[in-house]
């Protein structure tokens, strides 16, 4: 709606004055003429999202869903004999994680604007956003040599005396995986959820706090909740952006479960078996389809309540 | 630069690119393809590309590399079947190194040139891989490039009688839990290969395996092996990758675990893993596997494509290259290479595994359907 309006005002402003008759004509064809500029410019993007992100997901499905050439559910019977547990693993790593990263983000960016010392302030603003530019990969590999069993940070507590050297354990499974993507998504999400804050009108903040309220409660009563459709987008990103890495459950796990995009790669490249490989890709899909179909109900429902 | 010089010098450009061969064999540059991990592509481009250019001056060598595991060879067969469709009279592709999967195929489909008597070194070639790939007969097609073999390692300040058969692992696993270490099949070979040679050791018929016929009902006895395997699972860790068992041998997470030997010897070589460490191959033995030089059918510089190949399976060179850079064993006969070779170099690669050791132990990967059928049941009944 915004948009069409916006075009519109330009219109009338490009328009100079002509005469009464051709008016209706020369609007038509301007309007066509803009359309068409609006489409030209457009088509680049366009072209690439069919091309890049249609095409394959087609392509994909008609994968997943043909053995041979013929309409089959083969593949998904496969994918959940093989892989249910998997399917299931991947599920809940994502989403404890995904809860994880919304409880940090949210402390990290409660305490940037509610904290009152200003050094502190100071240092979290600066360090929390460090591992955004961090690759994945890159994590996996830090956290390989930091969580084993006689990894840095095991050895740090025993040189510190904090544990025994034989009571030491590797993190190097679930935990694992979950403690990179945390490590690794919390600063994209607090980024976000941190701008929101800073943008808010404080006297809401400052009259709760002239009544007496907690910093935690402000935090959980008057800030969450007017920030939480930036908090949910920020969350609904990280959780597909997690679904779909392969080198963290790849380098930091070697056991079972794992998560899907260790199958997938391992259907394709030790029995070049696209069919179950795109079965699961499917499956993952539907995850984040249904995620992302939370998300729209909810914004939905809240313009309805505006 | 004057225009007619430029002229001059422009057409003599075109009539030497459209000049018929036998003028052009002055220089040629040959294409050499390989499909495995960047340490094969490094050995071509720094090792043998260079060395081969200093002997042979009017040849030039370039290399390319397609990618590691089966996907690699994929990639070459694709491009020398794209062009035998399309009828080229000749193909780009001159010498390729491919895995034994591969080399089968392309055996199977007439695009590879029996070229093995024609090359001197053809006749230092002993090993059955060079007639037998998975199944398939590849007699004269395929020179060894090299042998790689996975091993038992371990470290001899917490092992200090390590076992010999994989009863005796199993038994060492019980007494010792979660200090044997291998990884899985879906993070690297070392673990696929152990499993393989684990079915080898729990099959009646294990030379069915690796040598044929394929036969459909044998798998269905595989399952007390794999029962077997489960168990014994409760007692090992699974490490992230071939280089994840290494990493945690390293650290003195674990005791034990298998490993490809040429990245045993190359990461003690460069400090990664301590000089203590020790190798031992078990019985009845753990499987390795070669990698091939092939020569397509239309190769477009067949004869440079021999004399290439037979520079690089030269005692010398493999002595020098395969061996004591790269700590692969040699594809051709060890014995004709142990001459090149000084005391140390040799002592190091046959020190824990005696060439004997190797010719009776070193078994071959099972034949393709196995291969993939044995992964399938291990994902089934074992890791579900």
Redesign the interface.
């Known amino acids: 709606m915004l948009h069409e309006a916006r075009h519109g005002d330009v219109r009338h402003e490009g328009l100079a004055p002509g005469p009464m008759k051709g008016e209706a004509r020369r609007r038509a064809a301007e309007s066509i003429r803009a359309n068409l500029l609006g489409l030209l410019l457009v088509a680049p993007a366009l072209a690439i999202a069919l091309a890049l992100f249609a095409y394959p997901l087609l392509f994909s499905i008609a994968s997943a869903v043909t053995v041979e050439g013929t309409l089959s559910v083969a593949n998904f019977t496969k994918a959940f004999?093989?892989y249910d547990?998997d399917i299931l693993f991947t599920f809940v790593i994502i989403g404890v994680s995904t809860a994880l990263i919304g409880l940090v983000s949210v402390a990290i960016g409660g305490y940037l604007v509610l904290g009152e010392n200003r050094t502190a302030i100071a240092v979290l603003g600066w360090l929390y956003r460090w591992p955004l530019f961090v690759p994945f990969i890159v994590a996996a590999q830090c956290m390989?040599?930091f969580l084993?069993?006689?990894?840095l940070m095991n050895n740090s507590f025993v040189a510190l005396g904090l544990v025994d050297i034989d009571a030491t354990q590797?993190l190097?499974d679930w935990r694992g995986i979950i403690i990179t993507f945390v490590w690794k998504q919390t600063p994209f999400v607090a980024l976000m959820v941190a701008g929101a804050m800073a943008a808010l009108d404080r006297a809401t903040i400052e009259a709760a706090r002239n009544l007496g309220a907690s910093r935690l409660r402000i935090l959980v009563e008057i800030v969450v909740p007017q920030i939480r459709p930036t908090l949910v987008v920020g969350l609904i990103l990280s959780f597909v952006t997690m679904l779909s890495v392969l080198s963290v459950p790849?380098?930091?796990?070697?056991?079972?479960p794992?998560m899907l995009t260790?199958?997938m790669a391992?259907r394709?490249?030790?029995?070049?078996d696209y069919g179950v490989a795109n079965a699961l890709g499917l499956i993952s899909y539907l995850m984040t389809g249904a995620v992302a179909w939370i998300y729209l109900r909810e914004t939905m429902r809240e313009k309805g309540r505006k | 630069m004057d225009r007619r010089v430029f002229l001059a010098s422009f057409c003599a450009a075109a009539a030497m690119a459209f000049a018929p061969p036998a003028i052009a064999q002055q220089r040629v540059t040959i294409n050499v393809m390989t499909a495995g991990d960047q340490n094969m592509v490094d050995y071509v481009t720094d090792y043998l590309g260079p060395a081969f250019e200093k002997q042979n001056p009017g040849i030039r060598v370039r290399a390319v590399g397609t990618g590691p595991g089966d996907a690699g060879s994929q990639k070459i067969w694709e491009r020398i079947d794209a062009q035998r469709s399309a009828n080229a009279a000749t193909w780009d592709v001159d010498v390729a190194v491919v895995h034994q999967r591969m080399a089968g195929q392309m055996v199977k489909e007439g695009v590879l040139a029996r070229y093995r008597n024609d090359v001197k070194t053809g006749a230092l070639v002993t090993r059955d891989t060079a007639r037998n790939a998975l199944g398939a007969n590849v007699d004269g097609y395929v020179m060894p490039m090299f042998h790689s073999q996975t091993a038992i390692a371990y470290n001899p300040a917490l092992v200090s009688d390590p076992p010999k058969t994989f009863d005796e692992l199993v038994a060492w696993t019980k007494a010792n839990p979660k200090k044997f270490g291998y990884n899985g099949i879906k993070g690297g070979m070392s673990g696929v290969a152990f499993v393989f040679g684990w079915i080898y050791a729990h099959s009646p018929n294990p030379q069915q395996l690796m040598e044929g016929p394929y036969d459909p009902k044998v798998k269905e006895g595989w399952g007390p092996a794999l029962a077997k395997l489960k168990e014994f699972n409760q007692n090992v860790v699974i490490t992230p990758g071939n280089a994840g068992t290494l990493d945690m041998l390293n650290r003195g997470e674990i005791a034990m675990g298998p490993v490809w030997v040429d990245m045993f010897y190359t990461w003690q070589a460069d400090g990664k893993l301590p000089p203590t460490m020790r190798l031992q191959l078990i019985s009845p033995g753990l499987p390795g596997q070669p990698m091939y030089y092939v020569i397509p059918q239309k190769a477009a510089n067949m004869e440079a494509a021999k004399k290439f190949v037979e520079f690089a399976t030269s005692p010398a060179i493999q002595a020098e290259g395969i061996v004591k850079r790269f700590n692969w064993y040699p594809g051709i006969d060890a014995q004709h290479v142990q001459a090149h070779l000084d005391r140390a170099v040799w002592e190091k690669l046959f020190n824990d595994i005696s060439p004997q050791d190797l010719a009776a132990k070193g078994k071959p990967m099972p034949i393709g359907e196995y291969f993939k059928e044995i992964q399938e049941a291990y994902e089934r009944q074992v890791a579900n």
């Open positions: 004999e093989f547990r390989r040599t084993a069993k006689n990894g590797s190097l790849l380098m930091v796990s070697g056991g079972t794992t260790v199958d391992y394709i490249n030790a029995f070049g």
